[in-house]
């Protein structure tokens, strides 16, 4: 059984940081594509970043581009997002997925989901 366990969300100020983690279990983590993507209250869930199997490969939201870092590291089975200069529009609920093999940044080619971490940026 696969699961996906987000954390590290919570309160934080804007231009403040936060790192979220999301530990994965039941499948060889090694061999497949993580994304993180996030939904804002009243808004459809939007693709933040995603990083391939080996961690070449990594691609962003414009609108997160030069702010936030997305890395794995398969030897815990973890993949993070490090958000630096958090700003009250990046406020959502963030969920980590995870596919098999083929990079993409496209939400429903992702093939397990985490259940979400609250990530709130006061102004």
């Known amino acids: 059984q696969v699961q996906l366990v987000e954390s590290g969300g919570g309160l934080v100020q804007a231009g403040g940081s936060l790192r979220l983690s999301c530990a994965a279990s039941?499948?060889?983590?090694?061999?497949?594509?993580m994304g993180w993507f996030r939904q804002a209250p009243g808004k459809e869930r939007e693709f933040v970043a995603a990083?391939?199997?080996?961690?070449?490969?990594?691609d962003y939201a414009d609108s997160v581009k030069g702010r936030f870092t997305i890395s794995r590291d398969n030897a815990k089975n973890t993949v993070y997002l490090q958000m630096n200069s958090l700003k009250p529009e990046d406020t959502a609920v963030y969920f980590c997925?995870?596919?098999?093999?083929?990079?993409?940044?496209?939400?429903?080619?992702?093939?397990?989901w985490g259940q979400g971490t609250q990530v709130t940026v006061s102004s």
């Open positions: 997925a995870a596919r098999p093999f083929t990079f993409t940044v496209l939400e429903y080619e992702y093939n397990y």
């Open positions: 039941g499948l060889t983590f090694s061999r497949y594509v």
């Open positions: 990083i391939s199997w080996s961690g070449a490969n990594t």
